[in-house]
């Protein structure tokens, strides 16, 4: 059992069309055909969508896509179409709205991994592979791979988890052109991406994209190398052999894990609301991670 804990009710918005509401974002339809896609501050962790909201949450993932879609630019096109605040859309929209293109979604999660972490990490423990993907021995957890490797996985709705499949796979449901392409690019993002943050004092770990075709181009979509898609480990604690600190939502998992919470992942029992100062932190590791990519301040 999972899903939303408490599932919001949707903005209605005069001349907007509600779509659909995801784990974090909320998707619209404007009168031009348009997708109107807002984050909001919703996390979700081990398929559940948890009851605590975190602040500015939305704001950031959206600000920091944003900037990454312009380092990307020269590698892949984005669907973002414009930032405007929609008329008769609360004030809070701002800065977390994307108006976009449609897109032919492409029904796969393209992950790129270049360290050792999460579900790649338990398949190399028992058959020396990710994903099918054949690794060297000797590795541990948190080990840099010897060159990245695209991991993809299938798309969940709500509730549900995405799993991992080969490449093979991948081919046989889109074909082995588009399947050759999404790895091409996938690999070449995650590289910029890693070099970027590499930079700033960050490792990049692991991230996932989605792609979709305007006519026949392929375009990337909703949110990119933010701390909700991606694993971020600051580059000055790395030591393989043990699990990373990290950016992410590993902070939220691995509160919700301890026995403070008392909370069994695997039981048909819902996750329990996040104390203020797993909140406060949390936030604060969003903002440092934005701050450090954009060498920006917060605001």
């Known amino acids: 059992m999972s899903g939303f804990v408490e599932k919001p009710e949707p903005v209605q918005v005069p001349g907007l069309l509600h779509l659909h509401t995801g784990k974090v ?3 619209y339809q404007n009168a031009a055909g ?10 979700s962790v081990y398929d559940w969508v948890l009851p605590t909201e975190i602040p500015d949450k939305g704001r950031i993932l959206t600000q920091l896509s944003l900037w990454w879609f312009d380092q990307l630019a020269d590698l892949v096109p984005n669907h973002v179409i414009s930032t405007d605040v929609p008329d008769g859309a609360p004030a809070d929209w701002a800065g977390r709205t994307m108006i976009c293109t449609p897109l032919r979604m ?55 988890h995405d799993e991992n499949i080969s490449y093979e796979e991948v081919t046989h449901q889109i ?39 305007d006519n026949e181009r392929l375009v990337i979509a909703d949110e990119v190398l933010t701390p909700d898609c991606s694993r971020f480990w600051p580059a000055d604690q790395w030591e393989p052999g043990r699990p990373q600190p990290s950016f992410d939502k590993q902070f939220v998992r691995d509160w919700l894990t301890s026995p403070a919470t008392g909370w069994d992942r695997s039981g048909e029992h819902p996750p329990p609301a996040l104390p203020a100062e797993i909140v406060e932190r949390s936030r604060a590791k969003y903002i440092e991670v934005y701050e450090r990519l954009t060498d920006t301040t917060w605001s």
């Open 34 to 43: 348009h997708l109107v896609m807002v984050a909001s501050d919703r996390t």
């Open 175 to 213: 074909g082995a052109e588009t399947a050759a392409l999404l790895r091409q690019t996938t690999l070449a993002v995650y590289s910029r991406g890693r070099d970027i943050a590499r930079d700033r004092g960050i490792l990049l770990a692991d991230t996932k994209f989605e792609f979709g075709f």
């Open 106 to 160: 492409i029904p796969v999660e393209c992950v790129a991994r270049g360290y050792l972490a999460g579900s790649s990490l338990t398949e190399y423990a028992q058959h020396r592979t990710a994903c099918g993907v054949a690794l060297p021995e000797g590795l541990v957890d948190g080990s840099q791979l010897p060159a990245p490797i695209f991991t993809p996985a299938t798309k969940a709705e709500v509730g549900d």
């Open 25 to 27: 974002r909320d998707l």
